[in-house]
């Protein structure tokens, strides 16, 4: 069994609770509100959700950026995982021409990359993101909400201020604003 430091073990609840939030929501057809999530006294937000939610969330990728000859080095060099909810599962194939539906939720996992012995291993958790299909709610941005948060769970980007999000994702319009194909 690995040992996991309290901190990482925290941040991976966060992020799971995030995640399961979100899922909740969709299948509800809510959007998160500041009224359902609850703020602690660092800034984490924890939100009470069943567990079992985020076991069935499809994997989508993995991919490593670890040099800065990738135009996304900074700030998005290290390890990152992509996760689909089942709203979302049915229009990642095809990569062309794809429309997602309400309430389809992709999560981004970045994580720090280190090098040891030629193999590449995760690191500490670098931010966690979620993109949330509702054309009603964020018309500004093709009907995406972006959301970001650092390792500690505090807000770096909220539908309010994600413009540089969007700007980023335009350059795959012709995939609905989503970077990431399913991978076999």
């Known amino acids: 069994m690995v040992s996991r430091p309290l901190g990482f073990v925290v941040r991976c609840g966060v992020l799971v609770s995030a995640v399961l939030f979100w899922e909740a929501c969709a299948k509800q057809g809510q959007q998160p509100s500041p009224s359902t ?13 069943p567990v079992d939610t985020f076991k069935q969330w499809r994997h989508v990728k993995t991919m490593v950026i670890v ?5 996304l080095y900074d700030p998005f060099g290290g390890v990152h995982h992509v996760y689909a909810n089942g709203r979302a599962q049915a229009a990642l ?14 999560a981004f996992l970045l994580y720090q990359a280190h090098l040891e012995e ?19 709610q964020f018309q500004q941005t093709a009907g995406w ?3 970001a948060y650092d390792a500690r769970g505090r807000a770096i980007a909220t539908p ?10 335009s350059a795959v319009a012709h995939q609905d604003y989503v970077f990431s194909c399913l991978t076999n």
């Open 37 to 49: 999530t609850t703020t602690t006294t660092r800034g984490v937000v924890s939100m009470p959700i």
């Open 118 to 136: 030629g193999a590449i291993h995760e690191g500490n958790l670098k931010l966690y993101a979620f993109m949330v299909k509702d054309t009603s």
């Open 160 to 169: 309010n201020n994600a413009q540089s999000c969007f700007s980023c994702h």
């Open 93 to 106: 194939e095809p990569c062309e021409d794809r429309r997602f539906p309400q309430g389809a939720i992709l």
């Open 67 to 71: 040099d800065s000859l990738h135009p």
């Open 145 to 147: 909400g972006f959301y």
